[in-house]
Every structure is written in C-alpha cells, then in structure tokens.
C-alpha cells in the first residue's frame, strides 16, 4: 500500500522568511495530494490540493509542486506570518480506489518566529 | 465551526468498558471517516462509509467498530478489545468519497483511566 514520509518533522523560521516542507510517496498510482493545516487544538483544514496531472499549483502565499518521476511533492510557503504557526500534514491518495483512501504523512509543525 | 460536530471533546474510558464516540453531519455528504492522531504518527484511517448501511475497515480497524444507520451520523465504538485507545480521534466527511476535500470535525480526546 501507500507510504507516505514527511520532512522535516520541525521548521523553524523567522517572519518573512520563506518554508519549504518535503514528502515522498510510494505508490506511482497516487494521483491526488492535498495539503492540511491543523493550528493547536483545532481541526485540521485543507489549504491546498494538487492533481497528478499538473506540475505546480499555487494560491496567495502558498504553492505546492509535485515531482511524478521522483515521487515527490512540496508545500511552499512564502514571507511567513506568525499565523502560519501550525502542524503541516501532507496526504497521497491512490487511483481508481472507489474511494477517497488518503494517506498521511507524519506532519510538520512549523513555528514563525515574530 | 457548523457542519460536522463531534462529541463528546473529552472522554475516559475505564478498563474492559466500550465507549461511543459520536459524529454528525448536516453537509449533506455521502462519505464519512474516522481516523485516530497520535503525536509523531500522523492521521491513520480506522473506518470509512461511502453510503448508508454501509462501511469499510481502514488500517487500523482492530478493536473499533462503527455503524451507519443515518446518512448523517457515524459514530464509533471503542471496544474493550483496544488496548490502546488513548488518542485524539477525528471525524470527517466528504461529498462523495473520491479525492476531494475532507471537511473535519473538532475531535474528541480519549484517556484511559
């Protein structure tokens, strides 16, 4: 089945700099990568998705790219702000599964430092 | 925060007892989920429901059980057979089930006494 990992499992950043977090996925059938945003104590929240069937997405200060060949996607975040403090979880879903069967990754907790 | 309510927030859970955590939803949706958070592990899939009277062990089914009787409650039942409940529990919801954004509910913390 799918395997998804996560990195770096902690991201320190200064406001207004930029944070990259990394995941790798198993199955070359996974088609569908959302991205989730869970800030502390609250649910988690999609914040950016992304098909097999484009390279880059992108939306304000957020974009995603995804590597097919390498099995590899990333969430981009640009001139942080404290509240993007949070835990970042990236997700793989496989194809033609019927269902929506997401994997996750192990998350990210990311910290803006003001 | 309307749309998918869980409760209760905080639940205890003493030895040998099952217990019942409850989800709803007014989204009108037909999938339904359940995953169980641990700190370090990520979200893993316990149950999920596609339509009524209908669902589907995930990964990490063993000690759980669900029902589906209304379309717009799912709600789990921890057995005694779990012998370590102790985790943050999360429902969801989705339209339909295929790739597309899941809509959670707040949780419930589950201890063991």
């Known amino acids: 089945g799918e395997n998804v990992e996560q990195h770096p499992s902690t991201l320190s950043v200064q406001e207004g700099d930029s944070a990259v977090i990394k995941c790798t996925y198993s199955?070359?059938?996974?088609?569908?990568f959302p991205w989730y945003k869970q800030e502390l104590g609250k649910r988690p929240q999609l914040i950016i998705d992304i098909r097999s069937n484009v390279g880059e997405k992108k939306d304000q200060r957020i974009a995603v790219t995804l590597n097919k060949t390498a099995k590899h996607f990333s969430l981009h975040i640009t001139e942080t702000q404290p509240e993007d403090s949070a835990v970042y979880f990236c997700a793989a879903s496989g194809r033609n599964t019927g269902f929506q069967k997401l994997v996750f990754g192990t998350g990210t907790r990311l910290l803006v430092s003001p | 925060d309307g749309g998918i309510t869980q409760s209760p927030k905080y639940l205890f859970r003493k030895e040998g007892q099952n217990v019942t955590l409850s989800c709803e939803q007014n989204l009108n949706h037909d999938a339904m989920y359940w995953y169980r958070q641990d700190p370090g592990q990520g979200l893993r899939l316990i149950y999920y429901s596609q339509i009524v009277n209908d669902f589907q062990k995930g990964d990490i089914a063993e000690g759980y059980s669900v029902s589906r009787e209304k379309k717009e409650s799912f709600p789990l039942t921890v057995t005694s057979a779990q012998k370590n409940p102790t985790a943050f529990y999360l429902c969801a919801s989705s339209i339909r089930g295929r790739d597309e954004k899941l809509f959670f509910g707040s949780g419930t913390q589950l201890s063991v006494l």
């Open positions: 199955d070359s059938a996974s088609n569908y």
